[in-house]
């Protein structure tokens, strides 16, 4: 009896060994052990498209001149039509500084006077250092009368009385500045002329504190500070006479002869004055969808009202005038005005 008892424990052990050896037995909670990685390709999940913020950054000019409010307008407008799109605009020196910014990327867009923004594409004058800058245009803006002021009082009745004089040119890297330039070179004064770098506040400060005799400015008008300087002191414009006209149409094709207008500032005539297109401009390689819906949006009608409210110089945003530039135009900027036009 002893034997068997003996016999069939011995029995059970094996037979609970066995049990346990192949899992049958009850399963006990295992502590997880960290395991090397297996040197295996990954597999890529396909990411899901994710939607891009687009900012866009302005370069406009200085206060007191079209291109600041302006380029706070187009911004603004941009903003409120392009999903997706944060837009700010910058004060700058204007035309030079603005291609520049473009070129490098600084700024999505720029404003800048025709003549400069062709020296910049070809890299002549002011760019000779640069070289020929990957600028496009994005769509032609405004005509613009180079202004003159003098005080009421002042002995200078033409261009070529600045000789010997005290004048504002603008800002450096302006616009304005190389238009002057050419003016007083054309006259035969550059280097008579004692030529100072304001910006437009601190030229319009300087002529009525007489620090200057006059004031060159370059805008549509009628602009704003302009109409500071005349409610402070009586003041007079200076005409561009028909021989620096055609002097200086024979070099430089992309000016023209113009006025500042009758009524304007209170004028009783037209005061004849040297005239240029102003041009926003963008970089070549802007993606040419991106290209097309902002002209869109620049010109809807309802960005055209709110454009006009915010400047009077809106009015001349039609998509006829637009589409003629100097410079080229951006290929998603020349598909809109093909559909448009």
Same mark, same amino acid.
């Given at each position: ?47 899901? &498209? ?12 200085? #206060? ?14 941009? =903003?409120?039509?392009?999903? +997706? ?37 070809? +890299? ?24 003159? !002021?003098? &005080? ?7 261009? /070529? ?10 800002? #450096?890297?302006?616009?304005?500045? @190389?238009?002057? /330039? ?12 004692? *030529?100072?770098?304001?910006?437009? #506040? ?19 008008? &009628? ?10 002191? $009586? ?11 055609? *002097?200086?149409?024979?070099?430089? #094709? /992309?000016?023209? &002869? ?18 240029? +297109?102003?041009?926003? !401009?963008?970089?070549?390689?802007? $993606? =040419?969808?991106? @290209?097309?819906?902002?002209?869109? *949006? ?15 110089? *809106? ?22 005005f093909e559909e448009h036009n």
């Amino acid at each position: 009896m002893k034997k068997s008892f003996v016999c069939l424990l011995s029995v059970l052990l094996v037979f609970t060994l066995v049990f346990a050896t192949f899992g049958c037995a009850p399963e006990e909670e295992v502590e997880p052990v960290d395991e090397e990685p297996v040197d295996e390709e990954p597999v890529e999940e396909p990411e899901e &498209p994710v939607d891009e913020e687009l900012f866009v950054v302005v370069a406009a000019g200085s #206060p007191g001149g079209v291109y600041f409010p302006l380029g706070a307008g187009i911004a603004y407008v941009l =903003e409120r039509r392009i999903d +997706g799109m944060t837009a700010m605009s910058e004060t700058t020196g204007a035309s030079v500084e603005n291609c520049r910014l473009v070129a490098t990327g600084e700024s999505e867009m720029g404003m800048a006077m025709a003549n400069v923004a062709w020296d910049a594409y070809v +890299g002549e004058e002011a760019f000779e250092d640069d070289g020929a800058l990957p600028i496009r245009t994005l769509f032609s803006m405004y005509p613009a009368q180079q202004h003159l !002021l003098v &005080p009421a009082g002042s002995d200078i009745e033409s261009m /070529y009385d600045l000789a010997g004089k005290r004048v504002s040119v603008d800002a #450096p890297g302006s616009g304005c500045e @190389v238009t002057s /330039y050419i003016i007083l070179e054309a006259a035969g004064i550059r280097d008579e002329v004692d *030529a100072v770098n304001y910006s437009q #506040p601190e030229a319009r400060d300087a002529l009525l504190d007489g620090e200057v005799d006059a004031v060159f400015y370059n805008f549509a008008s &009628p602009a704003a500070v302009v109409e500071e300087i005349k409610a402070a002191r $009586d003041i007079r414009f200076i005409p561009m006479d028909d021989e620096l006209f055609d *002097a200086i149409i024979a070099d430089y #094709p /992309y000016f023209s &002869p113009g006025a500042i207008p009758e009524g304007h500032y209170g004028l009783e005539e037209d005061v004849p004055a040297l005239t240029v +297109g102003n041009l926003m !401009l963008v970089h070549e390689d802007m $993606d =040419e969808q991106l @290209v097309y819906d902002m002209v869109q *949006a620049i010109f809807h009608e309802d960005s055209l009202n709110e454009l006009i409210g915010i400047h009077p110089i *809106a009015q001349n945003f039609t998509v006829e005038l637009a589409a003629e530039a100097p410079v080229p135009f951006h290929a998603g900027a020349e598909r809109y005005f093909e559909e448009h036009n």
